[in-house]
C-alpha cells in the first residue's frame, strides 16, 4: 500500500497501527463497519445484557458497530434507536437518529420512537481528543453524566446500562452514583480495547429505580 506526500508522525503511526491490528482484520472479514463491535460482543458475553433486550438505545453509534452488533443478538422483535452527530449505513431492526443526543428535542424523538422505556442504554460518545488527558477525561465524562441523566429516566426496572470513559479520575464518582442504582455494577476493559488507551467501560446491570 502506497501513500502518496507526506504524512505527520502520528498520522503514520495510527496507519501502522491500523494495518497491523488484528481487530481491524477481523471486523472486514466478519462484515463489521469497525473494530468497537468486539467490544461490545465481548462484554455482552460476560454480562448478557443483550439476548433479552427488546428496547434499545445506542449512543454515539456512528459508524454503526455496536448497532450491528445490538441488531444481531437483540430479540427479532426488538426496537433499536441510535443517534449520532455524523450519519451512517442503514443496519436492519435500527431505527437512525442523527444529531446532537444532548439536545431534548432528539432525546424526545428517541422516547417517542421507541414508545416506552428502555431495557438497555449503551454509549459508545466520545469526544474529538486533544491529547491532553485531563481535558479529554472531562470532556467524556461530560457526556457520560448526560447519557447516565437520561438513562435514570429512560431505563426500565432490571434494565442495563454501559457507557464508555476515559479513566482520569472524575469516574470514582459517578461509579458511586450508579452503584446506588444498579445491582450490579462494575469497570470492563475488553480486550478490544488497545492496551495504552485510558479506555474503559463502566457496566451497571440491573436498573433499581
Not at 158 to 186: Q, S, V, W, Y
Not at 193 to 201: A, D, F, K, V, W
Request: charged residues 25%; contains cysteine; proline residues 3%.
Amino acid at each position: 500500500m502506497q501513500i502518496k506526500g507526506k504524512m505527520s508522525i502520528s498520522s503514520r503511526r495510527w496507519l501502522d497501527r491500523q494495518l497491523n491490528d488484528p481487530y481491524v482484520k477481523s471486523a472486514h472479514k466478519d462484515g463489521y463497519r469497525c473494530r468497537a463491535a468486539y467490544k461490545l460482543k465481548e462484554m455482552d458475553e460476560k454480562f448478557k445484557f443483550i439476548k433479552k433486550s427488546k428496547y434499545i438505545i445506542d449512543i454515539g453509534a456512528a459508524p454503526g458497530g455496536w448497532s450491528q452488533v445490538l441488531s444481531q443478538k437483540s430479540l427479532p422483535e426488538a426496537k433499536i434507536a441510535s443517534i449520532d452527530l455524523l450519519d451512517f449505513n442503514p443496519i436492519e431492526k435500527v431505527k437512525i437518529f442523527i444529531g446532537d443526543f444532548q439536545d431534548t428535542q432528539n432525546q424526545e424523538a428517541i422516547i417517542n420512537y421507541l414508545g416506552q422505556k428502555a431495557d438497555l442504554i449503551v454509549s459508545d460518545m466520545a469526544p474529538s481528543t486533544i491529547g491532553h488527558a485531563k481535558t479529554d477525561h472531562l470532556r467524556i465524562m461530560n457526556l457520560v453524566y448526560s447519557a447516565y441523566d437520561f438513562a435514570q429516566n429512560m431505563l426500565a426496572l432490571n434494565g442495563n446500562f454501559i457507557a464508555k470513559i476515559f479513566m482520569g479520575g472524575k469516574e470514582k464518582i459517578l461509579f458511586k452514583h450508579i452503584k446506588r442504582d444498579f445491582l450490579t455494577t462494575t469497570f470492563y476493559k475488553p480486550k478490544a480495547s488497545r492496551s495504552l488507551s485510558s479506555e474503559i467501560y463502566l457496566i451497571g446491570i440491573g436498573f433499581k429505580k
